[in-house]
């Protein structure tokens, strides 16, 4: 069952697997082998309900990340990290993360860049030092935390992990980090 938006419906069909739509009466009581949740703006009780039923029924649960919010001009909205709760929650489970920060998503990255861990002059650039942020130390690259996203300057000094490089936007990151004081 997936509980997203194209994006992901496509991945599960790439993979061979058939995306049941939540929002169909019939796959509310059939066999459901796993719930994948992805950041979608559809997220509604009948989904909710749905992915809720499938899990009480021995579906695994899996979501494509753990971020809490997402930005938007003027302020934050709920993430996918956010769905997922709602749907871990009401199904009694626990999911499987396996988007950033996680192992996977780290080998995967490395595979695809022709990358090893630890390499030296990579950086990890994000909004996020809690998927961003581990991100970076999972691969063992720098952190370049960029506060155009969800961590203000304010929660910049003590966030963890510590970022090796703060800028204003991706813009000033790129002038930090080529021309560092």
């Not at 997203?4 to 939540?22: C, F, I, K, N, Y």
Request: aromatic share 4%.
């Amino acid at each position: 069952m997936v509980c997203a938006g194209e994006g992901v419906v496509e991945a599960v069909e790439e993979r061979g697997a058939l995306p049941l739509d939540p929002e169909d009466e019939m796959v509310f009581n059939g066999p459901v082998d796993a719930v994948v949740v992805g950041f979608h703006r559809e997220f509604n009780f009948h989904r909710l309900a749905a992915a809720a039923n499938a899990l009480h029924g021995g579906a695994r649960l899996i979501s494509t990340n753990n971020d809490p919010t997402y930005p938007i001009p003027g302020g934050l909205l709920p993430g996918n990290g956010s769905l997922t709760a709602a749907v871990a929650v009401a199904g009694k489970t626990e999911a499987t993360i396996a988007g950033k920060p996680h192992g996977p998503i780290a080998d995967l990255a490395l595979d695809w860049l022709g990358l090893e861990r630890n390499t030296p002059g990579n950086i990890v650039v994000g909004d996020l030092p809690a998927t961003d942020g581990l991100l970076a130390a999972e691969l063992g690259f720098d952190f370049g935390l960029v506060l155009s996203g969800v961590t203000s300057a304010e929660e910049s000094t003590r966030c963890k992990p510590k970022p090796d490089f703060i800028a204003d936007d991706l813009r000033a990151l790129v002038e930090v980090v080529l021309n560092p004081q």
